[in-house]
């Protein structure tokens, strides 16, 4: 079963562009990560926020958590074309070690 | 670069033919993982290892199916009398055994079609 939900579904947006997507899960969270996905490709990790922070920075990405909305957002600022990808956010619980990945948000970046 | 890899990249079969896939993880980690994609799916979990112990099984691993790792490094995951419901991207993670921090690399997949 999938535990986190990514929104919007698709998003298209122009080079030089911000990005913004949205994650929200179910249960109780001991982190958050984001991972990309090009197409037909393995995931490359990005970010991972731990349950008691509320905001990271890694380059042009911005993670947001609120552990009591259950929700997370990902930020990419200056879209390049090479960000055309779909995004997955994934959780992990306490005393368990496998990931449970939302259904992704995909990311067109046109030139 | 010693990534996760893993062979075969891309694999074509008829259904009920056995299918073999091999994980080579980032060789210090002693966790690792299964995850199984569909289309337009994220991942999902199906089983995990630390070291050669398989510690978890999803329900989504019915008896066709069977991972190993014998020696805590490679691991193989088998599909046996393949349908076509099994068709999907067969995903393989590694994480160091590190606390609470669980990051996981993953390898490249491989894509299963079964005909």
């Known amino acids: 079963s999938q535990q986190g939900e990514e929104d919007p579904q698709a998003l298209s947006i122009q080079e030089g562009e911000n990005a913004t997507m949205n994650c929200s899960y179910k249960?109780?969270?001991?982190?958050l990560q984001w991972y990309r996905q090009n197409s037909g490709r393995g995931l490359v990790h990005l970010i991972l926020?731990?349950?008691?922070?509320r905001e990271k920075h890694s380059g042009r990405l911005r993670v947001t958590l609120d552990t009591s909305k259950k929700s997370s957002s990902l930020l990419i600022t200056a879209s390049r074309a090479a960000d055309t990808a779909s995004y997955f956010c994934a959780t992990d619980v306490p005393g368990d070690y496998k990931l449970s990945f939302g259904a992704g948000t995909t990311v067109t970046v046109r030139a | 670069d010693t990534g996760v890899s893993q062979n075969p990249r891309h694999k074509i079969t008829k259904r009920g033919q056995n299918v073999t896939f091999r994980c080579d993880p980032i060789s210090e980690h002693n966790r690792l993982y299964w995850y199984r994609q569909t289309l337009g799916q994220g991942p999902e979990f199906l089983t995990y290892?630390?070291?050669?112990?398989?510690?978890?099984k999803s329900r989504l691993l019915s008896d066709r199916f069977s991972a190993e790792r014998p020696k805590g490094s490679f691991s193989t995951l088998e599909i046996q009398r393949t349908e076509q419901g099994d068709s999907a991207m067969y995903l393989c993670a590694s994480s160091p055994d590190r606390g609470v921090l669980h990051e996981q690399f993953f390898g490249p997949g491989t894509r299963l079609t079964v005909l």
């Open positions: 926020i731990r349950s008691n922070e």
């Open positions: 249960t109780s969270i001991n982190n």
């Open positions: 290892f630390q070291n050669e112990a398989q510690l978890e």
